[in-house]
């Protein structure tokens, strides 16, 4: 334990702890060798509520260029339907107030449900951080513990060649 505390004071430069929860859990799944990156896109995913799917496909929808095109189309039926077509009895003649209508009660229910959807992308966005911010961490905590089995590995070999160096040249003198 003593040997985690030195770890953990030398590495992260505070007792073992005064370590925040996301520090505490990395180094356990260090410990335990377990994989921590996971799938952002499924692990986010998987806590949505029905209300957040449907904002999200809504937006997806709603910023779409099939959206725009159909919608700039259906804009241009109306036109010349209510000018042309029925020129003489059109249910929503020039300035197409009901027109102005459904276009006013269609971006005061879009407006909300996208902001939503940003919304989301937002809290998405810092699940990511937080979960490369995890990663990130314990790939730095693996390639420190490399380091070290490096370095006290070459220790070892040094203390090794002293030895044979210090064997050899007791062998030389005592043949002298």
């Known amino acids: 334990m003593n040997n985690l505390s030195n770890f953990v004071h030398h590495h992260f430069g505070k007792p073992a702890d005064e370590l925040g929860a996301v ?18 896109n499924a692990a986010f995913s998987a806590e949505a ?6 904002a999200d496909g809504i937006a997806r929808v709603g910023g779409s ?6 919608f700039l189309a259906f804009l241009a039926v ?42 989301r992308q ?3 966005d810092r699940f990511e951080a937080a979960k490369d911010y995890e990663v ?8 420190l513990s490399l380091h070290q089995k ?15 160096v210090a064997r050899l040249t007791a062998a030389l003198a005592a043949r002298s």
């Open 136 to 143: 990130n961490l314990k790939s730095e905590l693996e390639v």
């Open 65 to 70: 260029w099939s959206f725009i095109i159909a």
């Open 49 to 54: 509520s029905f209300g957040e799917r449907v």
């Open 78 to 119: 109306w036109t010349v339907i209510n000018t042309v077509v029925l020129a003489s009895g059109a249910f929503d003649p020039y300035p197409f107030v009901f027109l102005n209508l459904i276009l006013s009660m269609l971006a005061a229910i879009q407006a909300p449900i996208i902001m939503m959807s940003q919304n």
């Open 122 to 124: 937002a809290e998405r």
């Open 150 to 164: 490096i370095d006290m590995s070459v220790l070892t070999e040094l203390k090794a060649l002293r030895e044979d």
């Open 23 to 40: 520090e505490k859990h990395v180094l356990a799944k260090t410990h335990e060798r377990k994989i921590i990156s996971t799938d952002v």
